[in-house]
């Protein structure tokens, strides 16, 4: 059986700009897309988080409920409140401070590649 040897092979690219400018454009949508789902992670992770917080403090007012005697709570007579339709709007502001991740910097560079072969 014959041995196989690796020798360099040499291919002749037909228009070298448009193929590294296509493949620079594919890198940076990858990289948008890396970024969107560390993005997505991220906000999975605080969901979590924010869940189990809920459900510790559910569990802790069910405890506290148990534990309430009902003499210590007063008398009510049992007359219609009106209840107000009015409801406040709370709005939260969920953006935090801009810090440019490593990916965003790969982003610039790959952009500023792009921008200098599109000349």
């Not at 890396?34 to 993005?39: A, G, S, T, V």
């Not at 209840?83 to 790959?110: F, R, W």
């Amino acid at each position: 059986m014959p041995k196989l040897t690796t020798k360099g092979l040499h291919i002749k690219f037909f228009n070298p700009i448009d193929n590294r400018k296509q493949i620079l454009e594919s890198a940076l949508l990858v990289t948008n897309l890396l970024q969107k789902y560390e993005d997505f992670k991220s906000i999975r992770n605080e969901k979590e988080k924010q869940k189990a917080l809920f459900n510790k403090t559910i569990k802790e007012i069910k405890l506290l409920f148990k534990n309430l005697e009902y003499k210590e709570l007063p008398e009510y007579k049992t007359q219609k409140q009106k209840i107000s339709k009015k409801t406040k709007e709370i709005k939260i502001d969920l953006k935090k401070p801009i810090t440019k991740t490593q990916l965003e910097l790969e982003l610039e560079s790959i952009k500023e590649k792009l921008e200098n072969l599109k000349i």
